[in-house]
């Protein structure tokens, strides 16, 4: 990946950083080990400001003396002594292995902190906001793209949070000044544009570490083909979206205390910068949670498109969605009543759909349906979802939550794919082939439940609405997706490049810094260890749209074309 853009660098001459947030670009010294070297005294650890401003030339007839080996995950030491007046020059060897990595001190601002190695303190610490330094350092061959500067830095996402994982998510924002009150944005990838707010990644489920980015990237492709489709016409808005509305990043070695903690990704964070949102009172982003539940512990289904939402303008929140952007946040009230406007019409269409009807009233449901929705539905986007989910297997994770609603004039809503790690044969809790203490079978059913338009959404009536009252443009777009962005071997060509571009001695020091990861165990209900690695996600990937292929082009496809004729 090409990294790119302006940042505040790191001055690295000596042991002793300099830290600042200067913005401009300084280059370390070159590591030489030639027997004689002269040099200015303004680069010596020892010399005196008067002496900098000297003459005087050091001679090293010696050359570097080696003090400390660099490994993959650990700088070296070595230094130098000067023939003439004795004094000492230290300098950083750089690690064996090069790649980006990120460095926080948070120990230097808060030195009671736990070490980050003592994973039952570290895992349990409040992050709300702390203040920390922050360093970043990209490749050899890229250092103009540097920062340092400091960030605010939280753990972020629900499941990061409190489940007892070893590794967090964390949002970071970065800031020029310690008192935080001045933004660093930064453009570390061209197509990103200046920010100043990103997620840390862990990954910790996905050992891999390729499912959340390289899926979000599949998606990207999904959404940007539309733009030469035959069958649908250009999102709306689309060009002003960072990656099509879908989360990029790249891998970073994580460092705490300059100790190496493990393998995170740098992501792009959901906000509104994401899509393109203006300072606009009808542009929106709500996000369904779906796992909220009611007094009686059962679940809301507004997400699934079969109940109103009831909303708090207070909290911006109700029934299982979550307000991500609104311009005026004193009144959202209106983004609930958009969203449900098209709530109810699935409700009072495909939600009063029964087999025993007439053909008459099947058919006069699906007219208002097909003739309403527009007003309401981005039914292209919803159709490309729709066929992303069921070639990345992402049902119900990615149905009635982890789904990203987008408005921008206040009516029409779009899908936008999130948090794809349980993807590709992969549950929430990291194990593999299992889902809802059930063994995943789709050939016969097993993960897939009885019937096609109905129960394999897995919730989401919406969905299921689309595969039947728009099931023959389904078909047609589904076919033409496969041979592009569904198609193996752009999604083999995707993960192949993402997993194959770490270090398989990183992905070695995963297993042995965190033998608890899910991937280390064996299922309880298989009874296999939860292996995933690009062996296992390719074959899955290869089986499954095998499959689809069958699904959409087959009787079941058929049965939902003629479905209003018979």
Same mark, same amino acid.
């Given at each position: 990946?090409?990294?790119?853009?302006?940042?505040?660098?790191?001055?690295?001459?000596?042991?002793?950083?300099?830290?600042?947030? $200067?913005?401009?670009?300084?280059?370390?010294?070159?590591? +030489?080990?030639?027997?004689?070297?002269?040099?200015?005294?303004?680069? !010596?650890?020892?010399?005196?400001?008067?002496?900098?401003?000297?003459?005087?030339?050091?001679?090293?007839?010696?050359?570097?003396?080696? %003090?400390? @080996?660099?490994?993959?995950?650990?700088?070296?030491?070595?230094?130098?002594?000067?023939?003439?007046?004795? *004094?000492?020059?230290?300098?950083?060897?750089?690690?064996?292995?090069?790649?980006?990595?990120?460095?926080?001190?948070?120990?230097?601002?808060?030195?009671?902190?736990?070490?980050?190695?003592?994973?039952?303190?570290?895992?349990?610490?409040?992050?709300?906001?702390?203040?920390?330094?922050?360093?970043?350092?990209?490749?050899?061959?890229?250092?103009?793209? #540097?920062?340092?500067?400091?960030?605010?830095?939280?753990?972020?996402?629900?499941?990061?949070?409190?489940?007892?994982?070893?590794?967090?998510?964390?949002?970071?924002?970065?800031?020029?000044?310690?008192?935080?009150?001045?933004?660093?944005?930064?453009?570390?990838?061209?197509?990103?544009?200046?920010?100043?707010?990103?997620?840390?990644?862990?990954?910790?489920?996905?050992?891999?570490?390729?499912?959340?980015?390289?899926?979000? $990237?599949? &998606?990207?492709?999904?959404?940007?083909?539309?733009?030469?489709?035959?069958?649908?016409?250009?999102?709306?808005?689309?060009?002003?979206?960072?990656? @099509? /509305?879908?989360?990029?990043?790249?891998?970073?070695?994580?460092?705490?205390?300059?100790?190496?903690?493990?393998?995170?990704?740098?992501?792009?964070?959901? +906000?509104?910068?994401?899509?393109?949102?203006?300072?606009?009172?009808?542009?929106?982003?709500?996000?369904?949670?779906?796992?909220?539940?009611?007094?009686?512990?059962?679940?809301?289904?507004?997400?699934?498109?079969?109940?109103?939402?009831?909303?708090?303008?207070?909290?911006?929140?109700? !029934?299982?969605?979550?307000?991500?952007?609104?311009?005026?946040?004193?009144?959202?009230?209106?983004?609930?009543?958009?969203?449900?406007?098209?709530?109810?019409?699935?409700?009072?269409?495909?939600?009063?759909?029964?087999?025993?009807?007439?053909? +008459?009233?099947?058919?006069?449901?699906? @007219?208002?349906?097909?003739? *309403?929705?527009?007003?309401?539905?981005?039914?292209?986007?919803?159709?490309?979802?729709?066929?992303?989910?069921?070639?990345?297997?992402?049902?119900?994770?990615?149905?009635?939550?982890?789904?990203?609603?987008?408005?921008?004039?206040? =009516?029409? &809503?779009?899908?936008?794919?999130?948090?794809?790690?349980?993807?590709?044969?992969?549950?929430? #809790?990291?194990?593999?082939?299992?889902?809802?203490?059930?063994?995943?079978?789709?050939?016969?059913?097993?993960?897939?439940? +009885?019937?096609?338009?109905?129960?394999?959404?897995?919730?989401?009536?919406?969905?299921?609405?689309?595969?039947?009252?728009?099931?023959?443009?389904?078909?047609?777009?589904? @076919?033409?997706?496969?041979? /592009?962005?569904?198609?193996? %071997?752009?999604?083999?060509? =995707?993960?192949?490049?993402?997993?194959?571009?770490?270090?398989? *001695?990183?992905?070695?020091?995963?297993?042995?810094?965190?033998?608890?990861?899910?991937?280390?165990?064996?299922?309880?209900?298989?009874?296999?260890?939860?292996?995933?690695?690009?062996?296992?996600?390719? $074959?899955?990937?290869?089986?499954?749209?095998?499959?689809? #292929?069958?699904?959409?082009?087959?009787?079941?496809?058929?049965?939902?074309?003629?479905?209003?004729?018979?």
């Amino acid at each position: 990946m090409k990294i790119n853009g302006l940042f505040c660098l790191m001055i690295s001459m000596t042991m002793l950083f300099t830290f600042s947030c $200067s913005g401009k670009n300084n280059k370390k010294t070159s590591f +030489d080990s030639s027997s004689v070297e002269s040099v200015s005294s303004n680069i !010596s650890a020892t010399t005196s400001s008067e002496e900098s401003l000297s003459s005087h030339i050091h001679t090293y007839s010696k050359g570097w003396i080696e %003090d400390k @080996n660099a490994t993959s995950f650990e700088k070296g030491l070595h230094h130098r002594i000067c023939d003439d007046c004795g *004094e000492t020059q230290y300098e950083d060897i750089y690690y064996t292995l090069d790649f980006p990595r990120i460095y926080i001190n948070y120990q230097d601002f808060y030195p009671s902190a736990p070490d980050a190695k003592d994973y039952e303190e570290f895992m349990n610490w409040t992050w709300d906001y702390l203040t920390v330094p922050i360093r970043y350092e990209g490749f050899l061959n890229d250092k103009s793209h #540097d920062f340092e500067c400091f960030a605010q830095m939280k753990t972020q996402g629900g499941t990061s949070k409190n489940a007892n994982y070893l590794k967090k998510n964390y949002t970071i924002k970065l800031f020029e000044d310690r008192d935080c009150l001045i933004k660093n944005k930064i453009s570390i990838v061209d197509s990103w544009g200046n920010q100043s707010k990103y997620v840390l990644k862990a990954n910790w489920i996905d050992i891999t570490s390729a499912r959340n980015l390289v899926t979000a $990237s599949i &998606w990207s492709d999904v959404v940007e083909s539309r733009k030469t489709s035959k069958f649908v016409g250009p999102r709306y808005n689309v060009d002003l979206m960072v990656n @099509n /509305g879908a989360v990029d990043g790249f891998p970073v070695m994580l460092y705490f205390n300059n100790e190496y903690f493990g393998l995170y990704t740098f992501n792009i964070p959901k +906000d509104n910068r994401l899509f393109g949102n203006k300072n606009s009172n009808t542009q929106a982003l709500l996000f369904s949670e779906g796992t909220a539940k009611k007094e009686d512990g059962s679940l809301y289904q507004s997400t699934g498109f079969k109940e109103l939402i009831n909303w708090d303008n207070t909290s911006m929140a109700g !029934s299982g969605w979550e307000l991500e952007y609104v311009y005026d946040e004193t009144n959202t009230t209106w983004v609930a009543d958009s969203m449900n406007n098209a709530i109810s019409l699935v409700m009072n269409t495909y939600g009063k759909l029964k087999d025993s009807m007439t053909i +008459d009233e099947k058919q006069n449901l699906k @007219n208002r349906f097909v003739t *309403e929705a527009p007003n309401y539905l981005d039914i292209d986007g919803i159709i490309d979802y729709m066929i992303f989910l069921h070639c990345i297997q992402g049902f119900p994770d990615n149905s009635t939550k982890n789904v990203i609603w987008s408005t921008y004039d206040g =009516k029409v &809503w779009s899908p936008n794919a999130y948090d794809l790690d349980t993807t590709w044969n992969m549950s929430w #809790d990291g194990q593999i082939g299992v889902f809802e203490n059930k063994v995943i079978d789709y050939r016969t059913g097993g993960f897939w439940m +009885d019937g096609w338009y109905r129960a394999n959404l897995r919730g989401n009536a919406l969905f299921e609405a689309i595969l039947l009252f728009y099931a023959k443009q389904a078909q047609n777009r589904f @076919n033409e997706l496969r041979k /592009g962005p569904l198609s193996y %071997d752009n999604i083999s060509n =995707k993960f192949t490049s993402f997993i194959n571009g770490i270090p398989q *001695e990183i992905y070695d020091r995963e297993v042995t810094d965190y033998p608890t990861r899910p991937s280390e165990q064996v299922s309880s209900i298989t009874g296999k260890k939860n292996t995933t690695n690009l062996d296992q996600i390719l $074959s899955f990937a290869n089986n499954l749209l095998e499959f689809m #292929d069958e699904e959409y082009n087959g009787p079941k496809m058929s049965y939902n074309i003629n479905y209003f004729n018979v």
